[in-house]
């Protein structure tokens, strides 16, 4: 095998049920990548000794020195503790509490370590090679069995006050809505993210409508990504619920244009990317009827995103870079 040289970054992106790991240059070419399943609960020191010993042995075998890597970029979930510089709890990933990974994984990989949060890792992957390469004013919309978002405004994360900036899968919608686990009624998150589109497709087939949504899911459970195969078929039943998702993340994204003035919206995530063109086309069509078109008519332009599941490592690499050029601004764990 021919051995890579010049300097790499490593990138993790760990998540509740599965962590990727990539070796990635400075022009954001991923050298090599892995993805492994885990299962929670799992204790930090866990978590970080396997890491080590995968990221070592995937530098092995792309022919990379250890030497070669100048650093870690990583995320997890959320949420961080920006001003002590820890994760603050984890439930996706086991009972943490006040965890500095940062060290532990300094320690362990004898390389400098820079933290993310997970959708604004992945917003930086889209905006450095991605749907908003080149675009100032941001907004990536991750929608998948949850929803979040990451703003970059003029340039630069918005991260707000405490780090949590960008829940906007908590936004109330529909006021007295459906209960979500926040503890509130209505949230963007129970109406437009993939279980609430299985739910209402669920309830189609409850109640005897005519579809071939079932078809699609071959036996199993009705997923979104069902739905959107029936509505690309043509299929009424799929179409009006693809319609009405996309009426909820309408009202939302047109809040979010309102407020902020972005250039481009990137759709992202496993239902954000995975409905394509058929969610694409409808979430465009709503977010225009709730926007005063003087904010529309200035060109906002919501397009799928393009990177899928690696949007988050190779953000994760991208903060690893500004990190070790002392441009990763808010430095926690
Ligand atoms: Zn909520």
């Known amino acids: 095998m021919a051995r890579i040289t010049g300097r790499c970054m490593a990138a993790c992106d760990i998540g509740g049920t599965k962590v990727l790991i990539g070796l990635v240059d400075e022009e954001g070419a991923l050298l090599a990548r892995e993805r492994y399943p885990v299962q929670a609960p799992r204790m930090p020191a866990q978590v970080v000794g396997e890491l080590t010993a995968r990221l070592r042995a995937l530098a092995e075998r792309a022919g990379i020195a250890w030497e070669q890597v100048s650093g870690l970029g990583y995320s997890t979930p959320g949420p961080l503790d920006r001003a002590r510089r820890v994760i603050i709890s984890c439930l996706n990933l086991g009972p943490w509490e006040n965890v500095s990974l940062k060290a532990m994984l300094q320690d362990s990989l004898g390389v400098p370590a820079w933290l993310e949060m997970d959708a604004l890792a992945a917003t930086l992957g889209e905006g450095w090679l991605g749907a908003g390469q080149g675009v100032a004013d941001f907004i990536y919309l991750v929608v998948g069995t ?27 919608i529909v006021p007295g809505g459906p209960p979500c686990n926040c503890g509130n009624y209505g949230c963007l998150e129970e109406l437009a993210a993939g279980p609430a589109i299985a739910r209402r497709a669920q309830a189609a087939l409850w109640q005897g409508r005519e579809t071939i949504i079932s078809q699609q899911s071959n036996g199993s459970d009705i997923t979104a990504e069902a739905v959107f195969a029936a509505a690309r078929s043509g ?99």
């Open 146 to 172: 949850g929803i979040g978002c990451g703003l970059l405004v003029d340039g630069r994360p918005v991260r707000g006050w405490a780090g949590s900036a960008g829940e906007i899968g908590h936004l109330t």
């Open 235 to 333: 299929d009424a039943v799929a179409l009006s619920i693809v319609d009405e998702t996309a009426e909820y993340l309408g009202i939302a994204l047109a809040g979010l244009a309102n407020l902020l003035n972005p250039q481009v919206i990137a759709l992202g995530g496993g239902v954000g990317q995975g409905g394509g063109d058929v969610l694409l086309e409808a979430v465009r069509r709503a977010t225009l009827r709730h926007c005063p078109s003087w904010i529309t008519g200035q060109g906002l332009d919501i397009r799928t995103a393009r990177l899928g599941d690696d949007a988050g490592l190779l953000g994760a690499a991208r903060v690893g870079w500004l990190g070790l050029n002392g441009e990763h601004e808010a430095d926690v764990s």
